[in-house]
């Protein structure tokens, strides 16, 4: 360009050269790049990779754990003479099936229930020799009883009055889960003594849209789920998780005796 | 995120993005449009940065970036048949904007030369100016055309030469 000795084009050249953004632009282009960025995540990995034979390590590695396992299969079966191989799934649901007859034994222990007509029994496993016995009390699934003997009791206050309120999971600035329009019905809180609540609805902090409202607009009720409709992070002032499967009585008896701080946990901080 | 890897970026933002706004606004028909394809440019080169992809020359990626996103923009726009994308080839739509001249907030000289550039045939247009406007070596060129480097130094003289022509 310098052997064009034109100074007008090399002007002309300067003033383009003059367009700019302004520095606000500049730094909201900027600080939009870094905000939409989503952190990088390596891709998955393949389940099968293992078995992949252009992996050659990987495939032997899987040759050997591949004969591991099925030697311990084999020695398992071997050495026992009245129990059959099981696999870990079988194994897991076994030990459950077992905590779970505990835990109703030592309640029907509490409550002195020995008449037998007031038992049913079910067996788990058809085999013989590895019958599994549950004792339940009459009137009440396996089903049932196992749920409610996994979920613990929650119990708790708000710094307000969210009784009618809907409660949602929050998470890293999203909701991870909320209440359906049809099981709400049965999730509002219940009264206890000394004005703690018993929970049944899922979630840490609350809405501002009321039980009702949520249940009359049954086609619109998605649009409620919103972060911009949560009125309160952090609503409890006390909240403990006591053992599975009480009764309202026991939790009242809990409570009125001044025995929270040891038959429950308190979670306030862990929320 | 890593501050070095901000930081990179951040250098590399500070030195470049006005060249690719320059290259932006005298291409599409507003500012805001401008600023749209300049930010969605240097995201691409945020997201490859912090994969951590190997780029040889940032210039010529961000140029070459910006340009295919202005043709993006100028299919969009202008909702041209498939048909007729492929039987005019992609280059047109990079051209510089004339309508866009007048508009643009520069003194006479530069409206006038310009205006010249945009006068000279498809072949010359975009090399002169990345050659003369962005100061983008001919092989920095010949990456974001996609030519050889011999073809893009045979183009600048060719296209200087017309616009000598022009200009007198």
């Known amino acids: 360009m310098k052997n064009t000795n034109d100074e007008k084009m090399n002007n002309g050249l300067n003033e383009i050269k003059n367009i700019k953004m302004t520095s ?191 249940i009359k607009n049954e086609n619109d009720w998605f649009s409620f789920i919103k972060v911009e409709n949560i009125i309160d992070y952090n609503p409890y002032t006390e909240i403990y998780s006591c053992q599975p499967g009480l009764s309202e009585e026991e939790i009242n008896k809990i409570i009125l005796s001044n025995n929270i701080q040891n038959n429950c946990v308190n979670i306030l901080n862990q929320n | 995120m890593n501050p070095e890897t901000t930081n990179k970026f951040q250098k590399i933002y500070d030195e470049e993005s006005d060249a690719i706004f320059r290259f932006c606004l005298t291409r599409v028909s507003n500012r805001e449009q401008s600023l749209d394809i300049t930010q969605d440019t240097f995201m691409r080169l945020w997201e490859n940065i912090i994969q951590k992809k190997d780029i040889i020359n940032y210039r010529a990626f961000l140029f070459t970036i910006a340009r295919n996103l202005i043709i993006d923009w100028y299919r969009k726009k202008k909702n041209i048949s498939l048909d007729k994308i492929i039987e005019e080839g992609d280059g047109k739509f990079d051209l510089i904007d004339n309508s866009m001249i007048s508009n643009l907030e520069i003194k006479s000289e530069g409206k006038y030369i310009l205006d010249k550039i945009s006068e000279l045939g498809e072949t010359y247009q975009t090399i002169l100016y990345l050659r003369f406007v962005d100061d983008l070596s001919i092989k920095e060129i010949a990456e974001v055309l996609n030519i050889s480097e011999n073809a893009t130094s045979v183009r600048i003289n060719r296209g200087l030469e017309e616009l000598r022509n022009k200009i007198k």
């Open chain 1, 24 to 214: 606000s632009e500049k730094d909201h282009i900027f600080q939009n790049i870094l905000n939409k960025t989503k952190p990088h995540q390596p891709p998955v990995r393949s389940p099968f990779f293992l078995f992949s034979f252009n992996n050659s390590p990987y495939l032997k590695f899987a040759i050997f754990f591949m004969v591991i396992l099925a030697g311990g299969g084999i020695i398992i079966s071997n050495n026992s003479d009245k129990k059959i191989a099981i696999s870990p799934a079988q194994n897991y649901y076994r030990e459950m099936n077992q905590a779970n007859n505990d835990y109703l034994k030592n309640q029907n222990n509490n409550i002195n229930t020995n008449n037998e007509d007031n038992k049913i029994v079910t067996v788990i496993n058809k085999k013989e020799n590895d019958n599994v016995i549950i004792n339940q009390p009459k009137l009440a699934t396996s089903m049932t009883m196992t749920s409610e003997a996994l979920s613990p009791t929650i119990i708790y206050k708000t710094k307000k009055n969210y009784l009618n309120n809907i409660s949602v999971c929050y998470k890293n600035g999203e909701i991870t889960c909320f209440p359906g329009p049809t099981d709400i019905i049965n999730q509002r809180p219940t009264k206890l003594a000394n004005g703690y609540l018993l929970k049944k609805m899922p979630g840490d902090v609350f809405l501002g849209i009321t039980i009702d409202e949520f």
